[in-house]
């Protein structure tokens, strides 16, 4: 009995998934909706009264019920690497030349063209044909777990289709592609948010990137995601290219970009790459270039890669996507550093699939350099980040009677007088009292990077700030006191101020390196704020630090020194970190970080010749990080770094059994130990 059971299970599954890469996939469905929901239907059941059948891969385990309370760190058994980015014909003859140079004369060389997604990457690990784990990029070496989400996405396989012609072993593989949300289904999902006073995604990129880092894989798998698959990877074999590497995805059930093209020359890839330009327009998602690669995986080993590009493959950037629209009008706003930046005021127009009435102006000099007027018409665009700027003006639109734009003299906010630093294009507002300063600090120091207060948002802090609850950051924690008021603001309901009053409490936890981040020290970035707090292990200490201890620290030059410096001399803002303090906050860091790196007390010796800068110089970096450099090969030596052309300390190394690394490996540590 319960062998026809499981026969019936094995029957139903087989055909779900057959229908679901025929409707997913191929986009073929081959039978009704009606009777797919039968077999649906079918097989819950079944499982619902058999349980021990239940496995993983069932088309019906695709949404887990639990939510992620936090992602965990994954980290890329290879790293995932990005690209290094070509605009014109030129660029691209450069790199055809860089490649020809590296390989041996007279190697044929074809190049695969493909699409370059603009969406999410993710790295999906199969072990047996089965979906395992899924990560997000992160830096490339590390990402998030984001596993229950991405099984939810009907074009990805929770299990290898069956292939008889795949002539390679793939028990412990990754899958790696780039998730997307088609243009079409972005704009549905942003309406519905529209309806609900939602906060809106501003592009299909985003709406992809944010969905995925979703607590509740039961709204993840509503959200219309999909996937392109563009490498398999293995550490167990060796594929013969890359298009016979999508070949196999392909066979195993994964979506393919169809735009894909294999040639022989870069005149053809040129060629092609102008075609996609063209058909950009009308595709059914975002794309932002082109990618070319070597398509001989023995020839990409051979290139290698320098820092965190290879130097078999480059992204083929095309046009930024623009539109014409009428300047309104230049408005200043400030920011929480007090700078005073142009804005323009634009009469709404569509543009890369979202609807554009605000744009960036720089700063005064680039309106001069522009000539950039009130009323003018204007072409904006949007290039690779997600605010639109103001590229120029059509002349010959222009009305007659129109004024050059000249900066205000005082804060468009708070009415003071604007200061212009001598080395600096930037207005600044003084006041550090100002209004839309404070604001601007409170949103930075609330923000997901620094003390991540979910909830606690610009349109709130305008409002706490208007009605006088809040001011420095430190006034944050003493909401908690003002709760049966808060509660009457706008009617924000005792449900949504206990979680805020949550969130702020949890803020208390943040290390010690967020929460200088948070400061807003200007130059502080979270990098800097990193190395600071790996150092001084408490506020006191960093308080009391002159200013050559602070740039003693490895890349801690004199402009964040100062800074910190002048910042902690301030009476005002002494009082608010006493303050905090005072509430709890998280002003101590758990062990020095920053000294300790993969170069720490190991000695190297460096041979051959090295691409990407000179010995001295890799010497140089290795001291800086805390290693040794000697010039002979001993069996104290922990490593030996071999460049081009390694002679005879190469030969010792291996006859002694020392660790030999190459030039790309040295280029990930140092990566790593500088980003530390
Ligand atoms: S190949 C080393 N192929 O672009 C090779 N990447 O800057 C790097 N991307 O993070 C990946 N479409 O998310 C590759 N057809 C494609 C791609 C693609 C989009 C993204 C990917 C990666 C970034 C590289």
Redesign the pocket.
Known sequence: MSSEVKKRIDTLRELIRENDYNYYVLAEPAISDYNYDMLIKELEKLEAEHPEFISPDSPTQRVGKDLTKEFKAATHKVP????ANSYNEDDLNDFDRRVRKELPEGEEIEYVV????????VNINYVNGLFNTAAT?GDGFTGEEITANVKTIKTIPLRFKESKDIPYRLNDVEV?G?IFMKVEDFKKLNNEREEKGEKLFANPRNSSAGTLKMQDPRIVAQRPLNM?A??LISTEENFDSQSENLQILKKLGFNI?PE?RLFKTINEVLEYCRVLEEKRYSLEYE?DGA?I?VNSIRQQTLLG?IAK??RW?I?FKFKAKQAFTKLKEITWSVGRTGAVTPVAELEPVLLAGSTISRATLHNIDEIRRKDIRENDIVIIEKGGDVIPKVVAVVLDERKENTKATEPPLNCPVCSALLFQPEDEVAYYCENTECPAQEKGRLEHFASRGAMDIEGLGEALIDLFVEQGFLKSYADIYELKGKRDELIQVDRLGEKSVDNLLAAIEESKKQPFAKVLFALGIRYVGSGAAKKLAGHFLSIDELMGAAEEDITSIHEIGPSISGSVIKFFSDESNRAIIKKLVEHGINFKSEKRTSTETFFTGKTFVLTGTLSTFSREEAGEKITALGGKITSSVSKKTNFVIAGENAGSKLSKAEKLGVEIMNESELMIHLQKAENK
């Open positions: 995932m690497l990005s690209l493909e699409y370059k997604i603009d969406g999410a990457s990029r790696r780039e392109f563009y490498v970009n894909t794309i990618v690669k890669s590009s290879p493959a992204a």
